[in-house]
């Protein structure tokens, strides 16, 4: 679409008549489509002039784009088409709807075709399957309709009767998928994406479409990492787009029999790093393979052997396939510039691992994905890649696999990175003049004194059975549930949750309503309060109590 060649992208909506099953539809379109292949293997059509062009014509259910010459005898070929198959099918194309799109046509041409099709003629961007196609980069009021669909799936109403971790859930589960079928195909720029999380953002911390920065409790960025690694496993949309489209060079190798394969697209940077780094090559006949910048050399490939080399070789040759560069000893002409002691070594090097290497004729090379244990691309694997060597904080991920209500995963979520309001916290910010806790009046109230170290938790939680001592709570938490049998460990995991839980709401209520308990009054309500969690389907913390009772 982006070369200098005379045509237009028409989208033809069809009405489905009489058909009202959908499997007749399907074998209507399929006949149809046999039809559109036939006009294009005849002389009926003119040939397009772009080299390397091989599909004409893209058809999904109903919704149809053709690639044409702006010229009489081409359109009424299509048109008489459209009408036999219509009196035939009694599905006939609803050219009221259709769009013609030129590309590089003249005004004469475009007249031409606003005549014969009586079509609304519109330039690029045109959509097809919802996706804004362009041969020019798109602008910010081409991706408003995107940003706009995120934002009226936003439940503002009911951002108050959620907490905040069925927010988080609701922005997983919705707003983070919308772009995901435009991303497949684009590239979306800093600005939607800055837009779409501004809008994700501010529904997980606020309930709202915007958010002001104190009411922010994590960075966003940290948000946005997988559970894993002390996120809330929000989808990071650049790193999620990139996933997604590693899929299109991964096609382009494993497949080169595809009908777009001839087709010139840029490639973006991002994404082929990210394919070269997970792909490994073993070479076969060599066809398929570059020379330059695959990994074909026993898993590596020439950057990694021998980096100056591969600096003095001109990005044009990076295109060079091994079948190619190994004839004659080519790929030794490609290098250019000086020569220096470091580049003779490594050339030296270079020419006895390719020594090792014997092409087969007639085998096609194979491509392997690095990141899959079947070898096959996946994008959960790519996204998985590009948050390599990013540490995972303690007990990051056995906090949203215990069982216990999400909200109470959500507070330890919070405590696991530091961010709960305790009056430690906000003495430290300048926001009270005491950070004595309000229990016990004789330390700093941070959150691992609040649950372990303060007298008050100390007896609540002799009177659960099980003895603790300050320290952090995470560790504490890890550390203990090591000594008990793996049977008994996820009631325990819940017990921990349920009764820290509750000793913040207690802290919580002494601070704000001025109500205290006694330490076996707190233990008599969690007792209370575990029995409707046992109820609500947590029968792990059943079994523990059951086995405590034995």
């Known amino acids: 679409m982006g070369s200098r060649a005379e045509g237009s992208a028409m989208p033809e909506a069809c009405d489905r008549g009489i058909l009202s099953s959908p499997m007749l539809f399907v074998l209507a379109m399929e006949v149809f489509n046999h039809v559109l292949s036939w006009l294009d293997s005849t002389d009926l059509l003119t040939v397009l002039g772009q080299p390397g062009q091989v599909q004409r014509v893209s058809l999904y259910a109903d919704d149809l784009v053709m690639f044409l010459k702006p010229v009489e005898r081409d359109i009424q070929t299509l048109k008489t088409c459209l009408q036999i198959f219509g009196d035939a099918s009694e599905l006939y194309a609803n050219l009221e709807k259709s769009v013609a799109t030129p590309i590089h046509c003249s005004d004469v041409q475009i007249a031409l075709v606003r005549q014969l099709l009586d079509c609304r003629v519109q330039d690029f961007p045109c959509r097809y399957l919802g996706i804004p196609l362009s041969i020019f980069k798109l602008r910010r009021c081409h991706e408003q309709p995107l940003i706009d669909a995120v934002a009226a799936r936003l439940p503002l109403w009911k951002g108050n009767l959620l907490n905040i971790a069925g927010r988080t859930t609701l922005v997983r589960s919705t707003l983070s998928t919308i772009p995901v079928h435009t991303s497949i195909a684009l590239c979306l720029s800093s600005w939607a994406i800055e837009s779409i999380d501004k809008l994700r953002r501010g529904f997980i911390w606020a309930g709202a479409a915007t958010v002001s920065g104190g009411k922010c409790k994590v960075a966003w960025s940290i948000c946005c990492r997988p559970r894993e690694l002390g996120g809330l496993g929000v989808a990071d949309l650049r790193r999620t787009g990139i996933a997604l489209r590693v899929r299109w060079p991964w096609l382009l190798r494993v497949g080169q029999a595809r009908s ?115 070898q096959s691309y996946s994008a959960a694997s790519a996204y998985s890649a590009m948050f390599f060597g990013c540490s995972k904080p303690l007990g990051a991920a056995l906090i949203w696999k215990t069982p216990a209500p999400p909200r109470v995963k959500f507070f330890f979520w919070l405590a696991l990175h530091g961010k709960c309001w305790t009056a430690d916290r906000r003495w430290r910010h300048g926001l009270q003049d005491d950070n004595s806790c309000i229990t016990c009046d004789q330390s700093a109230e941070t959150l691992d004194h609040i649950i372990l170290g303060c007298v008050f938790s100390r007896e609540v939680w002799v009177l659960q059975l099980i003895p603790t001592r300050e320290e952090r709570i995470l560790d504490w938490w890890t550390t203990s549930r090591k000594r008990l049998p793996k049977v008994l460990r996820r009631g325990f995991d819940s017990l921990f949750f349920l009764v820290g839980w509750n000793l913040w709401k207690e802290r919580n209520g002494r601070t704000f309503d001025r109500a205290a308990r006694q330490p076996r009054q707190l233990a008599q309500a969690i007792l209370e309060e575990a029995s409707l969690w046992i109820a609500a389907g947590y029968r792990s913390l059943g079994a523990l109590d059951a086995r405590r009772a034995g």
């Open 260 to 374: 777009w394969a001839s087709l010139q697209n840029k490639e973006e940077k991002a994404v082929m790093d990210l394919f070269k780094a997970a792909t490994t090559s073993a070479v076969g006949s060599g066809e398929s393979t570059f020379f330059w910048i695959d990994s074909w050399l026993h898993g590596a490939c020439v950057r990694q052997i021998a980096p100056a080399v591969f600096a003095a070789v001109p990005r044009q040759r990076w295109g060079t396939t091994v079948a190619e560069a190994l004839l004659g000893f080519a790929w030794v002409t490609h290098i250019a510039g000086p020569r220096s002691l470091r580049l003779i070594a490594e050339f030296v090097q270079l020419c006895r691992e390719i020594e090792r290497v014997h092409l087969t004729p007639g085998v096609p090379d194979t491509f392997t994905w690095s990141l899959t244990s079947c």
